[in-house]
Nanobody
Framework: QVQLVESGGGLVQAGGSLRLSCAAS????????MGWFRQAPGKEREFVTA????????YYADSVKGRFTISRDNAKNTVYLQMNSLKPEDTAVYYC??????????????????WGQGTQVTVSS
């Protein structure tokens, strides 16, 4: 049974930082791409960033480039999202997802097979 469990969300002031974690279990993820998505109230779920488990190639949405960094720890089967210079518009529920994809389809939510339950990030102004 595949499980993706996010943690690390919380309340932070604008300009602050948070690190989210996504612990993956239930299968071997070496051929997978791990993505982070977010969904703000009343908005569609949107792509944030992704990383290929094997090789570590990364892909970022323009809105977070230079502020967010995705990484993975193979030994812990965990993917991280380091978020710096947070803005109120970053407020959302953040989700971890997994799929055997790469390339132009990476930002598409419909291409992911597994999802976590989400963790709330709130950035106050």
């Amino acid at each position: 049974q595949v499980q993706l469990v996010e943690s690390g969300g919380g309340l932070v002031q604008a300009g602050g930082s948070l690190r989210l974690s996504c612990a993956a279990s239930g299968r071997t993820f070496s051929s997978y791409t791990m993505g982070w998505f977010r969904q703000a109230p009343g908005k569609e779920r949107e792509f944030v960033t992704a990383i290929r488990w094997s090789g570590g190639s990364t892909y970022y949405a323009d809105s977070v480039k230079g502020r967010f960094t995705i990484s993975r720890d193979n030994a812990k089967n965990t993917v991280y999202l380091q978020m710096n210079s947070l803005k109120p518009e970053d407020t959302a529920v953040y989700y971890c997802a997994a799929a055997q994809i790469w390339g132009t389809v990476v930002p598409r939510t419909d291409k992911y097979d597994y999802w976590g339950q989400g963790t709330q990030v709130t950035v106050s102004s």
